[in-house]
Protein backbone atom coordinates (compact mmCIF):
# COMPACT_ATOMS: atom_id res chain seq x y z
CA UNK A 1 0.00 0.00 0.00
CA UNK A 2 1.57 3.12 -0.93
CA UNK A 3 2.85 5.22 2.76
CA UNK A 4 1.55 8.61 3.22
CA UNK A 5 3.13 10.79 6.45
CA UNK A 6 1.21 12.91 8.58
CA UNK A 7 2.85 14.99 10.66
CA UNK A 8 1.06 17.07 13.79
CA UNK A 9 2.50 20.19 15.43
CA UNK A 10 2.35 20.98 19.09
CA UNK A 11 -1.22 22.92 18.86
CA UNK A 12 -3.35 20.09 16.60
CA UNK A 13 -2.27 17.92 18.96
CA UNK A 14 -2.55 20.31 22.38
CA UNK A 15 -5.72 18.78 24.02
CA UNK A 16 -6.97 15.18 24.20
CA UNK A 17 -10.48 16.58 21.63
CA UNK A 18 -7.92 17.79 19.52
CA UNK A 19 -5.15 14.43 19.55
CA UNK A 20 -9.05 13.31 18.64
CA UNK A 21 -9.81 15.43 15.60
CA UNK A 22 -6.44 14.55 14.28
CA UNK A 23 -7.12 10.82 14.54
CA UNK A 24 -10.36 11.39 12.52
CA UNK A 25 -7.98 12.87 9.81
CA UNK A 26 -5.41 10.05 10.03
CA UNK A 27 -8.34 7.20 9.79
CA UNK A 28 -9.69 9.14 6.81
CA UNK A 29 -6.31 8.40 5.09
CA UNK A 30 -6.45 4.99 6.24
CA UNK A 31 -9.69 4.91 4.51
CA UNK A 32 -8.42 5.87 1.49
CA UNK A 33 -5.87 3.40 1.40
CA UNK A 34 -2.94 4.61 2.87
CA UNK A 35 -0.33 3.03 5.70
CA UNK A 36 0.03 5.79 7.59
CA UNK A 37 3.32 7.04 9.07
CA UNK A 38 2.26 9.86 11.85
CA UNK A 39 4.86 11.60 13.36
CA UNK A 40 3.92 13.73 16.35
CA UNK A 41 5.67 16.81 18.24
CA UNK A 42 4.85 17.28 22.37
CA UNK A 43 1.29 19.47 23.37
CA UNK A 44 1.70 22.75 22.33
CA UNK A 45 3.80 24.73 25.67
CA UNK A 46 5.06 21.30 27.08
CA UNK A 47 8.60 21.50 25.66
CA UNK A 48 9.13 25.12 26.82
CA UNK A 49 8.18 23.48 29.95
CA UNK A 50 10.61 20.88 30.10
CA UNK A 51 13.46 23.14 28.83
CA UNK A 52 12.08 25.08 31.86
CA UNK A 53 12.56 22.54 34.58
CA UNK A 54 16.14 21.67 33.03
CA UNK A 55 17.37 25.27 33.03
CA UNK A 56 16.00 25.58 36.41
CA UNK A 57 17.68 22.70 37.66
CA UNK A 58 20.76 22.81 35.88
CA UNK A 59 21.87 25.90 35.04
CA UNK A 60 25.17 24.00 32.96
CA UNK A 61 23.29 21.08 32.31
CA UNK A 62 24.38 17.64 30.46
CA UNK A 63 23.26 17.79 27.32
CA UNK A 64 22.37 14.77 27.37
CA UNK A 65 20.49 14.50 30.36
CA UNK A 66 18.70 17.88 28.48
CA UNK A 67 17.49 15.66 25.62
CA UNK A 68 16.68 12.64 28.14
CA UNK A 69 13.86 15.24 29.58
CA UNK A 70 13.24 17.53 27.06
CA UNK A 71 12.26 14.47 24.23
CA UNK A 72 9.93 13.22 26.99
CA UNK A 73 7.20 15.39 25.37
CA UNK A 74 6.69 13.88 22.34
CA UNK A 75 6.46 10.44 24.12
CA UNK A 76 3.10 11.32 25.44
CA UNK A 77 1.43 12.31 22.39
CA UNK A 78 2.79 9.31 20.79
CA UNK A 79 0.97 6.73 23.23
CA UNK A 80 -2.17 9.01 23.34
CA UNK A 81 -2.48 9.39 19.76
CA UNK A 82 -1.86 5.51 19.15
CA UNK A 83 -4.46 4.70 22.02
CA UNK A 84 -6.99 7.23 20.24
CA UNK A 85 -6.96 5.31 17.13
CA UNK A 86 -7.08 1.80 18.38
CA UNK A 87 -10.38 2.91 20.22
CA UNK A 88 -11.36 4.27 16.38
CA UNK A 89 -10.50 0.42 15.56
CA UNK A 90 -8.06 1.48 13.30
CA UNK A 91 -4.79 -0.99 13.75
CA UNK A 92 -1.88 1.73 15.56
CA UNK A 93 0.80 1.72 17.86
CA UNK A 94 3.34 3.99 18.90
CA UNK A 95 7.33 4.40 18.14
CA UNK A 96 9.83 6.01 20.35
CA UNK A 97 12.85 7.21 18.34
CA UNK A 98 15.05 4.70 19.55
CA UNK A 99 12.60 1.95 19.11
CA UNK A 100 12.81 2.70 14.89
CA UNK A 101 15.58 3.82 15.74
CA UNK A 102 15.80 6.95 14.00
CA UNK A 103 19.74 7.24 14.11
CA UNK A 104 21.61 10.49 14.96
CA UNK A 105 24.84 12.15 15.56
CA UNK A 106 25.80 13.10 19.20
CA UNK A 107 25.03 16.27 18.90
CA UNK A 108 22.78 17.04 21.71
CA UNK A 109 20.40 19.36 21.59
CA UNK A 110 20.90 20.18 18.00
CA UNK A 111 21.01 15.87 16.57
CA UNK A 112 21.52 15.20 12.46
CA UNK A 113 19.52 12.25 11.36
CA UNK A 114 22.01 9.93 9.94
CA UNK A 115 19.85 6.38 9.39
CA UNK A 116 16.20 5.18 9.61
CA UNK A 117 15.84 1.46 9.10
CA UNK A 118 12.61 1.42 7.47
CA UNK A 119 12.29 -2.92 8.25
CA UNK A 120 10.93 -2.82 11.52
CA UNK A 121 7.92 -0.25 10.53
CA UNK A 122 7.35 -2.08 7.42
CA UNK A 123 7.22 -5.31 8.48
CA UNK A 124 4.11 -4.29 11.30
CA UNK A 125 2.56 -2.82 8.29
CA UNK A 126 2.39 -6.05 6.63
CA UNK A 127 1.03 -7.84 9.35
CA UNK A 128 -1.85 -5.24 9.11
CA UNK A 129 -1.12 -2.44 11.06
CA UNK A 130 -2.18 0.52 9.34
CA UNK A 131 -0.58 3.44 11.36
CA UNK A 132 2.92 4.15 13.03
CA UNK A 133 2.79 6.88 15.50
CA UNK A 134 6.63 7.91 15.83
CA UNK A 135 7.53 10.56 18.49
CA UNK A 136 8.84 13.35 16.48
CA UNK A 137 12.26 15.24 17.68
CA UNK A 138 14.37 12.44 19.21
CA UNK A 139 16.70 9.69 17.96
CA UNK A 140 19.74 7.48 19.43
CA UNK A 141 23.04 8.53 19.10
CA UNK A 142 25.85 6.06 18.48
CA UNK A 143 26.31 5.82 22.06
CA UNK A 144 23.26 4.87 23.01
CA UNK A 145 22.18 8.31 24.13
CA UNK A 146 18.98 10.08 23.65
CA UNK A 147 19.19 12.76 21.17
CA UNK A 148 16.80 15.89 20.37
CA UNK A 149 17.06 17.36 16.58
CA UNK A 150 16.86 20.90 17.72
CA UNK A 151 13.33 23.02 18.54
CA UNK A 152 11.04 22.70 15.84
CA UNK A 153 12.86 19.07 14.82
CA UNK A 154 9.38 16.98 14.64
CA UNK A 155 9.41 18.98 10.75
CA UNK A 156 12.35 17.17 10.22
CA UNK A 157 11.99 14.22 11.39
CA UNK A 158 8.76 13.97 9.72
CA UNK A 159 10.43 14.58 6.19
CA UNK A 160 13.21 11.92 6.71
CA UNK A 161 10.61 8.99 7.07
CA UNK A 162 9.17 10.42 4.28
CA UNK A 163 12.45 10.07 2.09
CA UNK A 164 13.43 6.98 4.05
CA UNK A 165 9.96 5.50 3.63
CA UNK A 166 9.36 6.58 -0.05
CA UNK A 167 6.47 8.00 1.21
CA UNK A 168 3.94 9.51 -1.43
CA UNK A 169 3.99 13.15 -0.10
CA UNK A 170 4.36 15.00 3.68
CA UNK A 171 1.55 16.26 5.20
CA UNK A 172 2.53 19.17 7.92
CA UNK A 173 -0.45 19.99 9.92
CA UNK A 174 -0.16 22.97 12.07
CA UNK A 175 -2.03 26.32 13.11
CA UNK A 176 -2.01 28.30 9.91
CA UNK A 177 -3.40 26.98 6.67
CA UNK A 178 -0.12 27.44 4.80
CA UNK A 179 2.62 29.40 3.27
CA UNK A 180 1.85 33.00 2.78
CA UNK A 181 3.49 35.88 0.15
CA UNK A 182 4.10 37.82 3.46
CA UNK A 183 3.00 37.94 7.43
CA UNK A 184 -0.86 38.20 7.21
CA UNK A 185 -0.11 40.41 10.25
CA UNK A 186 1.49 43.14 8.69
CA UNK A 187 -0.62 43.34 5.77
CA UNK A 188 -4.31 41.91 5.27
CA UNK A 189 -3.13 41.73 1.64
CA UNK A 190 -1.18 38.78 2.66
CA UNK A 191 -2.24 35.89 0.24
CA UNK A 192 -1.96 31.82 0.72
CA UNK A 193 0.34 30.32 -2.15
CA UNK A 194 -1.18 27.36 -3.87
CA UNK A 195 2.49 25.90 -4.11
CA UNK A 196 6.12 26.96 -3.31
CA UNK A 197 9.66 25.48 -4.66
CA UNK A 198 11.25 24.09 -1.99
CA UNK A 199 14.42 27.02 -2.57
CA UNK A 200 11.82 29.67 -2.11
CA UNK A 201 10.55 28.35 1.13
CA UNK A 202 14.38 27.91 2.24
CA UNK A 203 14.55 31.60 2.16
CA UNK A 204 11.63 32.04 3.71
CA UNK A 205 11.96 29.59 6.52
CA UNK A 206 15.60 31.18 7.30
CA UNK A 207 14.36 34.78 6.70
CA UNK A 208 11.98 34.09 9.89
CA UNK A 209 8.86 32.51 7.72
CA UNK A 210 8.75 30.08 10.90
CA UNK A 211 6.22 27.55 9.39
CA UNK A 212 8.77 25.06 9.24
CA UNK A 213 12.16 24.09 10.39
CA UNK A 214 14.36 25.32 7.80
CA UNK A 215 16.73 21.58 8.09
CA UNK A 216 13.31 19.82 6.87
CA UNK A 217 12.66 21.82 3.71
CA UNK A 218 16.80 20.92 3.11
CA UNK A 219 16.17 17.67 3.44
CA UNK A 220 12.92 17.35 1.48
CA UNK A 221 14.43 19.26 -1.26
CA UNK A 222 17.77 17.08 -1.04
CA UNK A 223 14.96 13.77 -1.29
CA UNK A 224 12.79 15.54 -3.41
CA UNK A 225 9.96 14.61 -0.73
CA UNK A 226 6.62 16.54 -1.73
CA UNK A 227 5.96 18.65 1.08
CA UNK A 228 2.14 20.04 2.21
CA UNK A 229 1.85 22.35 4.73
CA UNK A 230 -1.96 22.86 6.18
CA UNK A 231 -3.96 23.68 8.95
CA UNK A 232 -5.40 20.74 11.30
CA UNK A 233 -8.55 23.17 11.82
CA UNK A 234 -9.62 23.52 8.31
CA UNK A 235 -12.37 20.72 6.74
CA UNK A 236 -9.86 18.43 4.41
CA UNK A 237 -9.78 19.32 0.74
CA UNK A 238 -7.72 18.51 -2.05
CA UNK A 239 -6.45 22.26 -2.49
CA UNK A 240 -6.13 23.04 1.38
CA UNK A 241 -2.81 24.35 2.29
CA UNK A 242 0.69 24.87 0.38
CA UNK A 243 2.66 22.71 -1.59
CA UNK A 244 6.29 22.86 -1.18
CA UNK A 245 7.70 21.48 -4.29
CA UNK A 246 10.18 20.90 -7.24
CA UNK A 247 10.65 24.41 -9.40
CA UNK A 248 9.20 21.77 -12.36
CA UNK A 249 5.93 21.06 -10.21
CA UNK A 250 5.32 24.73 -10.51
CA UNK A 251 3.57 26.01 -13.70
CA UNK A 252 3.35 29.60 -13.23
CA UNK A 253 4.29 31.41 -10.65
CA UNK A 254 4.89 35.22 -9.79
CA UNK A 255 8.40 36.57 -10.17
CA UNK A 256 8.52 37.69 -6.45
CA UNK A 257 7.23 34.64 -4.51
CA UNK A 258 6.95 36.51 -0.53
CA UNK A 259 8.26 39.21 1.39
CA UNK A 260 10.30 38.18 4.37
CA UNK A 261 11.52 40.40 7.59
CA UNK A 262 13.39 39.60 10.18
CA UNK A 263 12.63 42.38 12.67
CA UNK A 264 15.46 41.98 15.50
CA UNK A 265 19.04 42.49 13.47
CA UNK A 266 21.72 44.94 14.37
CA UNK A 267 24.29 46.40 12.01
CA UNK A 268 27.84 46.71 13.31
CA UNK A 269 30.52 48.77 11.54
CA UNK A 270 34.89 48.49 12.37
CA UNK A 271 36.09 52.23 11.62
CA UNK A 272 39.62 52.31 9.77
CA UNK A 273 40.48 48.84 9.63
CA UNK A 274 43.77 47.76 8.24
CA UNK A 275 43.64 46.97 4.84
CA UNK A 276 45.59 44.09 3.98
CA UNK A 277 44.70 39.94 3.42
CA UNK A 278 43.85 38.68 5.98
CA UNK A 279 41.94 41.00 7.58
CA UNK A 280 38.35 39.67 7.02
CA UNK A 281 39.46 36.23 8.48
CA UNK A 282 40.78 38.00 11.44
CA UNK A 283 37.61 39.69 12.27
CA UNK A 284 34.91 37.08 11.26
CA UNK A 285 37.25 34.47 12.57
CA UNK A 286 36.84 35.15 16.23
CA UNK A 287 32.74 36.12 15.76
CA UNK A 288 32.67 32.50 14.49
CA UNK A 289 34.04 31.37 17.55
CA UNK A 290 32.29 33.55 19.43
CA UNK A 291 28.95 31.70 18.09
CA UNK A 292 27.76 34.92 16.70
CA UNK A 293 25.21 34.51 13.40
CA UNK A 294 26.98 36.85 10.98
CA UNK A 295 24.94 37.62 8.53
CA UNK A 296 25.58 40.31 5.64
CA UNK A 297 29.01 41.58 4.97
CA UNK A 298 29.97 44.93 3.29
CA UNK A 299 33.56 45.74 2.80
CA UNK A 300 33.82 49.86 2.05
CA UNK A 301 36.68 51.04 -0.41
CA UNK A 302 40.33 51.71 1.24
CA UNK A 303 41.42 54.95 1.53
CA UNK A 304 45.06 55.41 2.94
CA UNK A 305 45.26 52.07 3.75
CA UNK A 306 42.05 51.64 5.60
CA UNK A 307 38.76 50.83 5.00
CA UNK A 308 35.45 49.96 7.24
CA UNK A 309 33.85 46.81 7.74
CA UNK A 310 30.13 46.97 7.95
CA UNK A 311 28.50 43.63 8.91
CA UNK A 312 24.83 42.65 10.71
CA UNK A 313 23.93 39.92 13.18
CA UNK A 314 20.71 39.18 15.44
CA UNK A 315 20.32 42.39 18.10
CA UNK A 316 20.64 39.51 21.15
CA UNK A 317 24.21 38.99 19.57
CA UNK A 318 25.74 42.44 19.71
CA UNK A 319 27.26 42.22 23.40
CA UNK A 320 29.14 38.60 22.27
CA UNK A 321 30.25 40.05 19.10
CA UNK A 322 31.58 43.52 20.92
CA UNK A 323 33.50 41.45 23.30
CA UNK A 324 34.89 38.97 20.64
CA UNK A 325 36.39 42.24 18.70
CA UNK A 326 37.75 43.52 21.81
CA UNK A 327 39.46 40.94 22.69
CA UNK A 328 40.49 40.65 19.47
CA UNK A 329 42.20 44.06 18.97
CA UNK A 330 43.82 43.64 22.75
CA UNK A 331 45.54 40.62 21.19
CA UNK A 332 46.64 42.84 18.66
CA UNK A 333 45.03 40.70 15.86
CA UNK A 334 43.08 43.18 14.62
CA UNK A 335 42.91 47.06 14.74
CA UNK A 336 40.46 49.54 14.08
CA UNK A 337 39.31 53.29 15.04
CA UNK A 338 35.72 52.89 16.72
CA UNK A 339 32.87 49.83 16.54
CA UNK A 340 29.80 51.77 16.27
CA UNK A 341 26.73 49.50 16.94
CA UNK A 342 23.13 50.02 15.44
CA UNK A 343 20.28 48.06 17.28
CA UNK A 344 17.65 49.72 15.83
CA UNK A 345 17.38 48.32 12.39
CA UNK A 346 15.63 44.98 10.50
CA UNK A 347 16.04 43.53 7.11
CA UNK A 348 13.26 42.76 4.59
CA UNK A 349 13.71 40.71 1.89
CA UNK A 350 12.15 39.78 -1.42
CA UNK A 351 12.54 35.90 -2.41
CA UNK A 352 11.35 34.55 -5.88
CA UNK A 353 12.80 32.00 -8.44
CA UNK A 354 11.76 34.18 -11.03
CA UNK A 355 14.50 36.68 -10.74
CA UNK A 356 17.13 34.41 -12.29
CA UNK A 357 15.61 35.63 -15.64
CA UNK A 358 14.05 38.68 -14.98
CA UNK A 359 15.88 41.96 -14.60
CA UNK A 360 14.90 44.92 -13.32
CA UNK A 361 13.67 43.61 -9.69
CA UNK A 362 16.36 44.67 -7.57
CA UNK A 363 15.92 48.05 -8.62
CA UNK A 364 12.33 47.68 -8.35
CA UNK A 365 12.65 47.21 -4.74
CA UNK A 366 14.93 50.20 -4.44
CA UNK A 367 12.71 52.83 -6.18
CA UNK A 368 9.20 51.19 -4.36
CA UNK A 369 11.44 52.14 -0.76
CA UNK A 370 12.57 55.31 -2.10
CA UNK A 371 8.82 56.03 -2.64
CA UNK A 372 8.27 55.64 0.78
CA UNK A 373 11.57 57.54 1.81
CA UNK A 374 12.90 54.58 3.36
CA UNK A 375 16.95 54.82 3.49
CA UNK A 376 18.50 51.40 2.66
CA UNK A 377 21.44 51.15 4.81
CA UNK A 378 22.83 47.74 3.54
CA UNK A 379 22.25 45.67 0.50
CA UNK A 380 22.89 41.32 -0.03
CA UNK A 381 21.49 40.00 -3.35
CA UNK A 382 21.64 36.10 -4.09
CA UNK A 383 20.59 34.87 -7.23
CA UNK A 384 16.56 34.44 -6.05
CA UNK A 385 16.85 37.10 -3.32
CA UNK A 386 17.02 40.57 -2.00
CA UNK A 387 18.02 41.80 0.99
CA UNK A 388 18.15 45.22 2.35
CA UNK A 389 18.64 46.30 6.16
CA UNK A 390 16.69 49.29 7.06
CA UNK A 391 15.45 51.46 10.29
CA UNK A 392 13.53 48.84 12.43
CA UNK A 393 10.53 51.82 12.45
CA UNK A 394 9.96 51.66 8.62
CA UNK A 395 9.89 47.61 8.27
CA UNK A 396 6.04 47.41 8.27
CA UNK A 397 5.88 49.63 6.19
CA UNK A 398 8.01 48.77 3.84
CA UNK A 399 6.98 45.19 3.61
CA UNK A 400 3.36 46.68 3.15
CA UNK A 401 4.97 48.96 -0.14
CA UNK A 402 7.23 45.50 -1.69
CA UNK A 403 4.00 43.47 -1.14
CA UNK A 404 2.00 45.95 -3.33
CA UNK A 405 4.32 47.02 -5.71
CA UNK A 406 4.91 43.53 -6.75
CA UNK A 407 0.80 42.94 -6.76
CA UNK A 408 1.80 39.72 -4.81
CA UNK A 409 -2.11 39.74 -3.57
CA UNK A 410 -2.66 38.56 -7.30
CA UNK A 411 -1.87 34.92 -8.46
CA UNK A 412 0.48 34.54 -11.52
N1 LIG B 1 8.31 19.77 20.58
C1 LIG B 1 9.53 20.24 19.97
C2 LIG B 1 9.61 21.75 19.99
O1 LIG B 1 8.74 22.42 20.46
C3 LIG B 1 9.68 19.74 18.58
C4 LIG B 1 8.59 20.15 17.62
O2 LIG B 1 7.46 20.36 18.02
O3 LIG B 1 8.87 20.25 16.44
O4 LIG B 1 10.60 22.29 19.56
MG1 LIG C 1 6.91 23.54 14.55
Redo the contacts with the bound molecule.
Keep these: MPILVMKF??TSVGSLDRIHRAAKRIGREVANGYDVIVIV??MSG???KLVGYVEETSPLFDAREYDAV?SS??NVTAGLMALTLQEMDVPARSWQGWQVPVRTTSAHASARIEEIPSDNILAKFSEGMRVAVVA??QGISPEGRIT??????????AVAFAAAFEAERCDIYTDVDGVYTTDPRITAKARKLDRIAFEEMLELASLGAKVL?TRSVELAMRYNVKLRVLSSFEEPSDEAGTLVCAEEDIVESNVVAGVAYSREEAKLTLTHVEDRPGIAAAIFGPLADAGVNVDMIVQNISDAGTTDMTFSCPVNEVKRAEKALAAAREANEIGFAELIADTEVAKVSIVGIGMRSHAGVAAKMFKTLRDEGINIKVITTSEIKVSVLIDRKYMELAVQALHDAFELDKAA
Design positions: GGSAETNVGEGFTLGRGGSDTTQ
